[in-house]
Nanobody, 128 residues
Framework: QVQLVESGGGLVQDGGSLRLSCAAS????????MGWFRQAPGKEREFVAA????????YYRASVKGRFTISRDNAKNMVYLQMNSLKPEDTAVYYC?????????????????????WGQGTQVTVSS
């Protein structure tokens, strides 16, 4: 059974930093994209960042470019999201996502805003 488990969420002040981690189990994702999405209250889930299997390609939504950094460790089946200069509008539940049979590349994940596997989410709250 495939599982994606996020950790690292919490409450932080405007301008602060958090690092989200996602541990994958049940299969290896070393040949597919992994990424992050988020959903704020009353809003649709939106794409945040994705990284290709080799780490060579990355995609970010415009509003987080320069502030967020995605990384992965294929040996550990982990993906991370370093979030700096956090703003209140970053407040959301953040979901780890991974490709599989439908979504292979980071570009696909970014453009289609889809994934084959999802975590349960971790809350990030940025106070002003």
């Amino acid at each position: 059974q495939v599982q994606l488990v996020e950790s690292g969420g919490g409450l932080v002040q405007d301008g602060g930093s958090l690092r989200l981690s996602c541990a994958a189990s049940g299969r290896t994702f070393s040949s597919t994209a992994m990424g992050w999405f988020r959903q704020a209250p009353g809003k649709e889930r939106e794409f945040v960042a994705a990284m290709g299997w080799s780490g060579g390609s990355t995609y970010y939504r415009a509003s987080v470019k320069g502030r967020f950094t995605i990384s992965r460790d294929n040996a550990k089946n982990m993906v991370y999201l370093q979030m700096n200069s956090l703003k209140p509008e970053d407040t959301a539940v953040y979901y780890c996502a991974a490709g599989g049979s439908s979504i292979i590349t980071a570009q696909e994940m970014a453009l289609k805003k889809l994934a084959d596997y999802w975590g349960q989410g971790t809350q990030v709250t940025v106070s002003s």
